[in-house]
């Protein structure tokens, strides 16, 4: 088991920039992938970025560009910092451990709102 705790979302405006953080309760090394996902009210949660345990990165179209993913494996933290935010960016954003085996494990969400 393995707790995600998410941080960072808030209100912000168009061109503005945020950076989450997701702390794992354990080591992140023995995930394959982490991954920041988002939703909004309605909608299927979407993959926005993806991390892989080598480094290895992969981004939504919609984000590329403008957002980073990284990890810090001595501190078990990901990030996801967020530049030139558009109101379509307005959305609940989870952390995702996806392990080599068994269920991915999903944080709590933090709400990220950009407003006009």
């Known amino acids: 088991q393995v707790q995600l705790v998410e941080s960072g979302g808030g209100s912000v405006q168009v061109g503005g920039s945020l950076r989450l953080s997701c702390v794992a309760s354990g080591s992140i090394n023995r995930f394959n992938t982490m991954a920041w996902y988002r939703q909004t009210p309605g909608k299927q949660r979407n993959s926005v970025a993806r991390?892989?345990?080598?480094?290895?990165?992969n981004y939504a179209d919609s984000v590329k560009g403008r957002f980073t993913i990284s990890r810090d494996n001595a501190k078990n933290t990901i990030y996801l910092q967020m530049n030139s935010l558009k109101p379509e960016d307005t959305a609940v954003y989870y952390c995702v451990a996806v392990p080599p085996l068994g269920t991915d494990y999903w944080g709590q969400g933090t709400q990220v709102t950009v407003s006009s």
């Open positions: 991390i892989t345990s080598s480094g290895n990165v």
